[in-house]
């Protein structure tokens, strides 16, 4: 399939996804986006990856919504650009591999937004972190969505209120990201951690992917009923009786692809 907006490409199980408009600070354009989507669908589909790296080109992970993209758009336009933003974060949690942000630099407002949505993330030391809307006239409403359930209520309030950047080190004290690594070593730390996320049963593992994202907004009682009716229906499955057994007679379980 052709791209004119990204990469993708594979290492040893992994589909790896690179935003390629350096020129544009890789800027989430609707034809972007779109693009995005297409190639997580067909990953997502085709069960053969085991995990998603998404990185960038160049020097900026993501600078957000691409205003020449933008600026002339009527409200029905908006919508539909708004939309196809959020069908992409949407996806990011849908498709059943762990999907990995690979953050080298800058990730701003909608790219600060697609880093939240990522299931992981890794940040080379020198990334930084911001949702500016506070200091303009187009407050970052829908990043705070994935960026608030990420930090937690305070801190979201202080990113968007102030529109200040956070550093590497200050988004992994927050909970944004999982690791910050020196930028010689993000690529490879990056695939070593997707690679990590991915062990085990891959059926198991997008069950077990949907029910978290299914149950984490939900009230305790009712998490605990949609969370033991999947772990039950899951030890029933190949993969669960082949954990159990590969316990019982001490060996290494052998997982079968995801169908």
Known sequence: MRYE?????????????????????????????????????????????????????????????????????????????????????LTIQRIPQPVVAQVQGVATAAGCQLVASCDLAVAAAEASFATPGGKGGWFCTTPMVAVARAVGRKRALELVFTGDAIDAATALAWGLVNRVVPRERLEEETRAFARAASRGGTAS????????????????ETAYARACEVMATSAVTEDGREMMRAFLEKRTAVYPPRR
């Open 5 to 89: 907006y990204i990469l993708v490409g594979e290492d040893a199980g992994l589909a790896i996804v690179t935003m390629n408009r350096p020129e544009r600070r890789n800027a989430l354009s609707e034809a972007h986006m779109t693009e995005l989507i297409r190639a997580l669908r067909t990953i997502g589909d085709a069960g053969e990856a085991r995990a998603v790296v998404l990185a960038a080109a160049g020097p900026v992970f993501s600078s957000g919504h691409d205003f020449a993209d933008m600026v002339e758009r009527d409200l029905d336009g908006m919508r539909r650009l708004l939309a196809t933003c959020t069908d992409l974060m």
């Open 205 to 220: 593992k997008g069950r077990g992917k949907r029910a978290y994202y299914e149950t984490i907004e939900l009230d305790v």
